[in-house]
């Protein structure tokens, strides 16, 4: 660790690899390394996923840690705060942070941030639905970073946490990596048993019940009967990966629809596409809605939380009702027979992501972030006669120091 470079430690204590851990590859790729130095802490599973596209000067530690009274992985998560002498901690997603911030705040980590991503659609009853448990758990984070205006009156309106501890930071795509002109690799769409002027509509997303695939199946058989040869192609992996075959037979459809599995190559599948959907009950902001539209590929979404400030209906994409299996297949073929309203909105889409949903805007404000809460919080420490802990935090003593071990399952450069 060099001198006066702040580590920023990143927790994760989900095993899948979505949204949110996109999001957190980009903080880990693109985080300035000249003033912070990023750290990975996540369970086994998930390292294993997301360490192909890891830069090779990120270290890993993985841990299984789900709730801060598990005493044991409590413990490793202290040991890895103060092996690091992690400056920040930043966890994703809720189930994260009430797992870790509470570690960080007893281990007097300087600055402790959450992301949410979504709203909790399953939070609902007395017990589950009151947020009481989010309250108390607020006391431990400093900030909240919400991905989207939406996930930010969620958090101040529905969870009553601190209006001035929110603070909406779009999520950002790399938009070199989703060229407009872009060919589908070829032999493709022939390996799929499509016919060449078959048009294509891919779906991107886990195969979970969030998600909405079953209300797309039914759309799809809709769109069957006005556009007989559009082809679906869902790329995914998850639970519902059986039940969703199992409808797709039921509906008399499984020789249209095309079950990929997870693909790392996204850019490859939306240059297949004639046009995106988004068919999710809820969302926090959709990458995938964002990637598609940076693409140049139209898209239908339903109209949830933040995916409605990415699609703007009529003007970026089309935006239907959630769980309306009718007006998703109206949106669907509308677009299918009006190739100039599906070009103009693809175009505009892929202006309106460039201007506000670049990687480089999400980094930028990031990194404000972190550095007023640093800055406040050294400011705070050293009224209170403290700086001591934040300058053991990033200190380094060139007479005694020794480097910092490589940890377990870390990897070089790839």
Known sequence: MERNHIPVLYFTNSVARGGAEEHILTLLRKLDRNVFRPILACPPECAEKLRPDLPGDVPIECLEHRWPYQIGSALRLAQIIRKYRVGILHSHLFVSSIAASPIGWLSRVPVILETPHLREA????PIK??????????RFVDHYVAVSYANSRYLIEEKKLPAKKVHVIHNGCNLKKFDPSRAAPKGLKNSLGFSADDPVVVVLGRLEPQKGHRFLLQAYARVLREVPTTRLVC?????????LQDQCRELHIEDRVRFVGYQSNVADWLALADLTVLPSLFEGLPLVAIESLAAQRSVVATAVDGSTEVVINEETGLT?????A?????AIVR???QTELRNRLARAGRQWVVDNFSEEQQIRKTEELYLRAWNSSSREMRRNGKAGIVEERIAHDA???????QPVGAQGSR
């Open 320 to 324: 239907v009702p959630p769980a309306n």
């Open 122 to 125: 399953w939070r609902h009853g």
């Open 326 to 330: 009718r007006a998703l297949a109206e």
């Open 129 to 138: 639905g009151n947020y009481a448990i989010d309250r108390a758990a607020g």
């Open 335 to 337: 677009l299918l027979r």
């Open 399 to 405: 007479d005694q120091a020794t480097p910092v071990e």
């Open 235 to 243: 790329v995914g992996a998850g639970t519902l990966d059986r039940e």
